[in-house]
């Protein structure tokens, strides 16, 4: 029997293979707007992943008056690397497998929706809805992906990369799946826990 009618996943990191160039990018824009060593600036980076950008910065630097031209230059340059991005190799066939299984696919994510869309159109991606910042923060995105499916959070498996995402799922309800940088089991991961 399975578990799960819905999979749920973050963009960036779990679609998207742009986390090395985010990571480069937000390490940069740190250095450079807060003066901070390179080390210092990647880890800050890294500790506050899976949030808006704007929302890193007021956590790694509370109310500074250069927080607004930080996230300004870095959403900037997510722009132009998501010219770029590419799926990773196992989404497309993990999209397909779900589909066959008749679970419902969905995008909860702080990345914009026009970029989100563009990507989903570009590599012809087909997931039953995309949620994106404009729907407010994860968890209120997954609780809408539960309204719009009609399922019960138990229902439903958000997989995501960092560890505020993990704290997303568990206050909305649902169980978590993290998807690390070696990505050679998620299929298997997932075929374990929706079936």
């Given amino acids: 029997m399975i578990k799960y009618k819905a999979v749920l996943f973050d963009f960036d990191g779990v679609i998207a293979n742009t986390m090395p160039e985010l990571t480069r990018l937000g390490r940069f824009t740190l250095q450079v707007y807060f003066d901070i060593p390179r080390f210092t600036a990647l880890q800050a980076y ?3 992943c899976g949030r808006p950008f704007s929302g890193q910065l007021q956590e790694i630097f509370p109310d500074h008056p250069r927080n607004s031209a930080a996230a300004e230059y870095f959403e900037g340059g997510k722009d132009k690397l998501m010219l770029e991005a ?3 190799n196992d989404v497309i066939s993990i999209f397909d497998d779900l589909r066959k299984l008749h679970i419902k696919t969905a995008i909860c994510s702080s990345t914009r929706r ?3 869309h563009e990507f989903l159109k570009k590599y012809n991606l087909n997931c039953d809805w995309a949620g994106n910042i404009e729907y407010g923060p994860k968890n209120q995105q997954i609780k809408k992906a539960g309204q719009i499916f009609d399922l019960d959070p138990n229902k439903m498996l958000f997989l995501g990369d960092s560890k505020h995402d993990g704290v997303v799922a568990e206050d909305a309800g649902v169980d978590f799946l993290e ?3 070696d990505r050679k089991t998620i299929a ?4 374990y826990h929706v079936n």
């Avoid at 298997?188 to 075929?191: R, T, V, W």
């Fill in 46 to 48: 890294r500790d506050t």
């Fill in 86 to 88: 590419k799926p990773f």
């Fill in 114 to 116: 026009t970029l989100i």
């Fill in 179 to 181: 998807v690390t940088f």
């Fill in 188 to 191: 298997g991961l997932i075929e």
